[in-house]
Nanobody
Framework: VQLQASGGGLVQAGESLKLSCTAS???????MAWYRQVPGQQRQMVAS???????NYVDSVKGRFTISRDNARDSVYLEMNNLKPEDTAVYYC?????????WGKGTLVTVSS
């Protein structure tokens, strides 16, 4: 399974970005999530969405980020608003079910102050 993420870039604080990730197989039964990692730190889950559409967010992005999925397109999205410099990281999409877990290559998000 391959996950292809896109949408990262350089923005100023307060601006928005939308990340997209498309899987090479059907995503219907899978949990989908976005993680991020800063050099020297552990990878952190930012947002997740269950097969039924239940969402969870890390506290630091609540009210600013929105995760969504489109199973018809085998895709998951992360809309990021009011970006802050501390959101700067490499963002990874993830899909998992039971013992199966797949990662995409990261996409870099840089937020300047």
């Amino acid at each position: 399974v391959q996950l292809q993420a896109s949408g990262g870039g350089l923005v100023q604080a307060g601006e928005s970005l939308k990340l997209s990730c498309t899987a090479s197989r059907g995503t219907i039964p899978f949990f989908m999530a976005w993680y991020r990692q800063v050099p020297g730190q552990q990878r952190q889950m930012v947002a997740s969405i269950s097969p039924g559409g239940h969402v969870n967010y890390v506290d630091s992005v609540k009210g600013r980020f929105t995760i969504s999925r489109d199973n018809a397109r085998d895709s998951v999205y992360l809309e990021m608003n009011n970006l802050k410099p501390e959101d700067t990281a490499v963002y990874y999409c993830n899909m998992g079910r039971g013992s199966m877990m797949y990662w995409g290559k990261g996409t870099l998000v840089t937020v300047s102050s």
